[in-house]
């Protein structure tokens, strides 16, 4: 599976990232600066890590949409690359248009760090097809702009195309997301925005490994 890694200024899990995806492909990802013209390679999945991107000025994910490799992000979508978007990632991936809805200031304004439960409400994806549907692990959270909100009628697109891929599970909705949405993916499947943060779920020494299953799902869809 060959992999990249968009950097922006600001960005934080990178390495993180890097390790997870090292540990379930045992192919290193490239690293791609944001300013960049142009993709390296053709990749078969693209990830948006997370952190604070621009230090999160205007809105969160805002400034990031407009960077200069973000036009080959979106381009690279639309012909079917796998776009993974996570904690900041997924705030990127809204404000692009390659994702509905909007991530607002968490419910009780205040910057939130630590593990949630998350359920699995959609396994059949090239994301999630190593869990069992409705399987619940422990995932991290970091973010201060994590509440997912959008329209009605967005919601019930979401519902009717099974696009809601994560929720927040066992009462545990740290942001207060509409549904306890926790991560989504556009109509075609390929691209997947969630606020936690699996690549710190996949050591014993994080205290959980579940988080793993999503890269090595990707894996056995992409090789």
């Given at each position: 599976?060959?992999?990249?890694?968009?950097?922006?200024?600001?960005?934080?899990?990178?390495?993180?990232?890097?390790?997870?995806?090292?540990?379930?492909?045992?192919?290193?990802?490239?690293?791609?600066w944001?300013?960049?013209?142009?993709l390296e390679?053709?990749?078969?999945?693209?990830?948006?890590?997370?952190?604070?991107?621009?230090?999160?000025?205007?809105?969160?994910?805002?400034?990031?949409?407009?960077?200069?490799?973000?036009?080959e992000?979106?381009?690279?979508?639309?012909?079917?690359?796998h776009i993974?978007g996570?904690?900041?990632?997924?705030?990127?991936?809204t404000?692009?248009?390659?994702?509905?809805?909007?991530?607002?200031?968490?419910?009780?304004?205040?910057?939130i760090?630590?593990?949630?439960?998350?359920?699995?409400?959609?396994?059949?994806?090239?994301?999630?097809?190593?869990?069992?549907?409705?399987?619940?692990?422990?995932?991290?959270?970091?973010?201060?702009?994590?509440?997912y909100?959008?329209?009605?009628?967005?919601?019930?697109?979401l519902?009717?195309?099974?696009?809601?891929?994560?929720k927040?599970?066992?009462?545990?909705?740290?942001?207060?997301?509409?549904?306890?949405i926790?991560?989504?993916?556009?109509?075609k499947?390929?691209v997947?925005?969630?606020?936690?943060?699996?690549?710190?779920?996949?050591?014993?020494?994080?205290?959980?490994?579940?988080g793993?299953?999503?890269?090595?799902?990707?894996?056995?869809k992409?090789?």
């Amino acid at each position: 599976m060959k992999s990249a890694i968009v950097l922006f200024p600001g960005t934080n899990r990178e390495n993180d990232m890097a390790r997870a995806l090292k540990m379930a492909s045992g192919i290193e990802p490239d690293i791609i600066w944001h300013k960049d013209q142009q993709l390296e390679k053709d990749y078969d999945l693209i990830v948006l890590p997370g952190g604070f991107s621009f230090g999160d000025y205007l809105r969160t994910g805002a400034i990031a949409a407009n960077s200069p490799l973000m036009k080959e992000v979106v381009a690279a979508a639309n012909k079917g690359v796998h776009i993974l978007g996570v904690c900041n990632g997924f705030q990127i991936l809204t404000e692009s248009g390659l994702l509905p809805g909007a991530l607002l200031r968490n419910k009780d304004l205040k910057f939130i760090c630590k593990s949630v439960s998350l359920s699995i409400e959609n396994n059949q994806t090239a994301f999630t097809s190593q869990f069992e549907q409705g399987d619940i692990f422990k995932c991290p959270v970091a973010h201060h702009d994590g509440n997912y909100f959008a329209t009605p009628d967005q919601i019930e697109n979401l519902e009717a195309n099974n696009q809601i891929i994560f929720k927040y599970a066992n009462q545990e909705n740290p942001n207060g997301s509409i549904s306890d949405i926790a991560g989504i993916s556009n109509e075609k499947g390929n691209v997947v925005g969630l606020m936690p943060h699996p690549e710190n779920a996949i050591e014993p020494l994080n205290g959980e490994t579940r988080g793993r299953a999503i890269f090595d799902s990707l894996v056995a869809k992409l090789g």
